[in-house]
């Protein structure tokens, strides 16, 4: 086979480092993705709350995705990167050898630091708006070091570099001379003060973590920096902070749930010191040409892998409820927002664990929404968003897009382009403007899925009860 001739026109590359997957793809001036390549992202090992993976790994297979997109970008290119939030590895600084797995957002290792810790959640919320959460890399650097006397020694001699996924990347593409972050990822390790867009001296304090370990915070656009082999860095962004700006734009009154490994509800706010009990207020731009821009977000903690869990779709959406009595609570990851629990995951009742797994997906299916109502009634309790957006790999799924309608009784917009994060990474790598106003069709209401708003009421007095037990 020929070698593929060089795209024209090519403006920048776009490297999506997501959960399941890992993404690449080029984009030109008018801000059309092509080629798409994917690969799986590195397994995930561990039992009980730990969730981690290889970094090597990790970077070969960014590595080679990238090399995939050589022949068709011109020397030199520019890249965008967005990554997974929370996700970290510790490594040495003389020696850029890992010192510890790539620790996943997923795992939990931390919370029995936080419980011990509660008190300090407070602090933690007013200063970074997160929630004291054994998801992010501060409460885990914490307990690393409880639990490694040798590691936490390391640190201090200043042994050690911390850097959350892209972070390490960088370190390694730029053969150790550039150890940098942006701050919509440095925001999701709780050791940022959201206000400042700096390390929060009090919260390295209270992690016991020193700030010569951490990366520099720089714009999340506008940057040149030099990587192997001939890209130049000049945007990198969380991966649900891209997909929001590539579908918010300058609109205020919209929500997007976002929907792959986790699934994330996002509504745009203008104040940094806007606090929603149980909720997150998180940088979804931290760009020094232009103002930062910020979202309110309610997350639910993989979801995708308790779908996947019960077979591949779709799942039919029905028009009477085959299991009227069976409920869920889908988070597998430990329950998010807004009550977040680690140790409730997954939760059926005695009707759910009698199905069969296709039916036992549908019931994932109706948590997932029942869920979403949840967080949006809390975080839009007196005005609904004008417009709802669905997007993420899940979104694939029309279970999803059809229910939504029909328990909001509201159309939804699902977006044609499910690569929002990537979009928006390869947008702000090409200095385009971040909106893509992406293309999008409607699902109206129809008569499948009606029973969805009833049962919805049935399961908040099911889901109570599992709070309270």
Same mark, same amino acid.
């Given at each position: ?361 549908? !019931?994932? +299916?109706? #948590?997932? %929404?029942? *869920? ?6 809390? @975080? $839009?309790?007196?005005? &609904?968003?004008?417009? !709802?957006? +669905?997007? #993420?790999? %899940?979104? *694939? ?6 229910? @939504? $309608?029909?328990?909001? &009784?509201?159309?939804?917009?699902? +977006? ?13 790598? $090409? ?39």
């Amino acid at each position: 086979m020929a070698p593929a001739e060089p795209a024209s026109d090519i403006a920048a590359a776009g490297l999506d480092l997501g959960s399941t997957n890992f993404k690449a793809a080029l984009i030109d001036s008018s801000g059309r993705l092509d080629p798409i390549l994917a690969r799986p992202a590195p397994p995930l090992t561990g039992e009980g709350v730990t969730r981690e993976g290889d970094p090597t790994s990790y970077a070969d297979a960014a590595s080679e995705l990238l090399r995939d997109l050589c022949g068709r970008a011109p020397q030199g290119g520019v890249l965008g990167i967005a990554s997974q939030r929370s996700s970290f590895v510790l490594w040495e600084r003389a020696s850029g050898r890992p010192v510890t797995p790539l620790i996943s957002w997923q795992d939990r290792r931390a919370a029995d630091w936080c419980r011990r810790h509660a008190g300090f959640g407070p602090e933690v919320f007013q200063r970074t708006g997160l929630v004291l959460s054994g998801h992010y890399a501060g409460p885990k650097l914490a307990a690393l070091q409880e639990a490694d006397p040798a590691l936490a020694a390391r640190l201090r001699r200043d042994e050690l570099r911390f850097g959350t996924l892209e972070s390490w990347l960088i370190w390694q593409w730029s053969g150790g001379r550039q150890h940098q972050t942006d701050p919509t990822m440095a925001a999701r390790t709780a050791m940022l003060d959201l206000e400042t867009g700096e390390w929060s001296d009090p919260l390295l304090e209270a992690f016991d973590v020193p700030r010569r370990a951490l990366p520099e915070v720089q714009s999340t656009t506008g940057r040149s920096v030099p990587l192997e082999p001939g890209w130049t860095l000049t945007a990198s962004v969380a991966d649900q902070a891209a997909g929001a700006l590539a579908v918010f734009g300058d609109r205020s009154d919209c929500a997007l749930i976002n929907v792959g490994t986790g699934a994330f509800v996002l509504l745009p706010t203008e104040n940094p010191k806007e606090r929603r009990p149980g909720y997150l207020t998180g940088l979804i731009l931290g760009a020094s040409a232009s103002p930062r821009r910020y979202a309110l977000e309610g997350a639910i903690n993989g979801v995708g892998v308790a779908v996947d869990r019960f077979g591949r779709g779709p799942t039919e959406l029905p028009e009477n409820d085959p299991s009227p009595d069976a409920f869920c609570v889908p988070d597998s990851s430990g329950l998010g927002a807004p009550h977040w629990r680690p140790e409730t995951t997954l939760v059926f009742n005695d009707a759910a664990r009698a199905l069969r797994p296709a039916d036992r997906r549908r !019931i994932v +299916l109706e #948590g997932l %929404l029942f *869920r979403i109502r949840e967080i949006l009634e809390d @975080l $839009a309790p007196r005005t &609904r968003p004008a417009e !709802i957006f +669905l997007s #993420g790999g %899940l979104a *694939r799924e029309p279970f999803l897009g059809r229910g @939504l $309608a029909a328990l909001l &009784r509201r159309p939804v917009e699902i +977006l044609e382009i499910h690569e929002a994060a990537l979009t928006g990474a390869a947008r702000l790598g $090409a200095g385009l403007s971040p909106f893509a106003d992406p293309p999008s069709h409607r699902v109206e209401p129809e008569a499948a899925g009606t029973y969805l708003g009833e049962k919805y009421l049935r399961w908040r007095v099911w889901f109570e009860s599992v709070l309270t037990g």
